[in-house]
Every structure is written in C-alpha cells, then in structure tokens.
T-cell receptor, first 117, second 108 residues
Framework: GAVVSQHPSRVICKSGTSVKIECRSL??????MFWYRQFPKQSLMLMAT?????????EQGVEKDKFLINHASLTLSTLTVTSAHPEDSSFYIC?????????????FGPGTRLTVL | RKEVEQDPGPFNVPEGATVAFNCTYS??????FFWYRQDCRKEPKLLMS???SGNEDGRFTAQLNRASQYISLLIRDSKLSDSATYLC?????????FGTGTRLKVLA
C-alpha cells in the first residue's frame, strides 16, 4: 500500500501554545487529505477535508480558526492546533486519498499523539 | 440512525475459530466500501476493499450486499495476531465514514 508519513509522532505542550502537525504522502500525489481525531476507545472523527490549493472543508462543530489547515502542495498538508488546551489532547491522524487505482483508497499516517498540559 | 453501524464487540474467540462481522450503512448513495484494521494506539491500516462480487484475501473474505446495505468480513482460522479492532468504512462522495469498529480478541 501507499505510504503516508506524519510528524511529529508525539508532542507535549503547554496550554496556550500552538502545535503544527505535518502529513506527507510519500509515493503518490494527493489532492485530498483528511484530518481525523480519535479519543480513547472511540472511533475516528473526521475534522476536515484538506484540498490542495483551496480552503479546507470543516465538519460541523470543528472550529476552523482553531484548527488551521494548509494544503500547499500535492504531497503535504499541515494542521495547526492554535492556542491548545488540555481538552485538545487527542490522537490526530491524517490520511491521503490515492486516486490512482480503483476504488479510490485512503491511506493513513501513523498519527500524532498530542498532550496539552 | 448512524451512517455506519457496527457491533462494538468484543468478540472473544479461540484460536482457529471462524468469526464474522457485519456492518450496515444508511446511505444508498455509498460508492465504495472498505475494511480497515486498527491496533491499539496505532493508525488504521487497509485490510481490503469490498466489491459487489465479494472478494477473498487468504483467510479473509469480504462481501457486499447493496440491496440490504450491509458489508461483512469473515476471518477463517483465527490467529492470535488477528486481535485488533476492525473498522468498516464507507465512501460517499469525497468523504469516508467510519463505523465505531468491532473489537476482536483471539484467545490461545
């Protein structure tokens, strides 16, 4: 399967700081990437869809000014959690959509575990 | 009603057993279907896509029933390493909708 990397894998920060997470598709170009959040023992919740060269589409209840998404190239999307608070602590996972085969398939990065103190 | 529903389990089965999971979806416009596997504190990994004709990959068989709007996953000869959460994923338009997952524990 295709490879998606995510960096950093783990981050601990103080309340009020901003954290940037990078998601890269390593062996294919992805016009669409997705950002998910997963709390313990729960399923993945889609936060936003990141579209290369245009604004992200946010799911209901997700604050676009708090979770800034930039998809500047076909292989890189970034999620910045601004002014992080302890309730933002979660497992953030990105995925990239590979449209080269049928059906279109999404591949996940290894995730970023964010802890806000 | 949730868009994608799965029995959360856990399913505790002995090694060598056959186990089956079902997943139902509510949107008839759903286009493609997948099973992912997620190990504890890891990202989901694609197990297999699901086709209308059914498909098999080794010990794993997936089926799609569009009329009844469900997909299934059958695991034969369960191994200890099959213990994980199995996520049903449905693609509608640009979105992928996840079920809550079914936990499987294969016991020695």
């Amino acid at each position: 399967g295709a490879v998606v990397s995510q960096h950093p894998s783990r981050v601990i920060c103080k309340s009020g700081t901003s954290v940037k997470i990078e998601c890269r598709s390593l062996d294919f170009q992805a016009t669409t990437m997705f950002w998910y959040r997963q709390f313990p023992k729960q399923s993945l919740m889609l936060m936003a869809t990141s579209n290369e060269g245009s604004k992200a589409t946010y799911e209901q209840g997700v604050e676009k000014d708090k979770f800034l998404i930039n998809h500047a190239s076909l292989t890189l999307s970034t999620l910045t959690v601004t002014s992080a608070h302890p309730e933002d602590s979660s497992f953030y996972i990105c995925s990239a959509r590979d449209t080269s085969g049928a059906p279109d398939t999404q591949y996940f990065g290894p995730g970023t575990r964010l802890t806000v103190l | 009603r949730k868009e994608v529903e799965q029995d959360p389990g856990p399913f505790n089965v002995p090694e060598g057993a056959t186990v089956a999971f079902n997943c139902t979806y509510s949107n008839s416009a759903s286009q493609s279907f997948f099973w992912y596997r997620q190990d504890c504190r890891k990202e989901p990994k694609l197990l297999m896509s699901v086709y209308s004709s059914g498909n098999e990959d080794g010990r794993f068989t997936a089926q799609l029933n569009r009329a009844s709007q469900y997909i299934s996953l059958l695991i034969r000869d369960s191994k200890l390493s099959d213990s994980a959460t199995y996520l049903c994923v449905v693609n509608i338009g640009y979105k992928y909708i996840f079920g809550t997952g079914t936990r499987l524990k294969v016991l020695a």
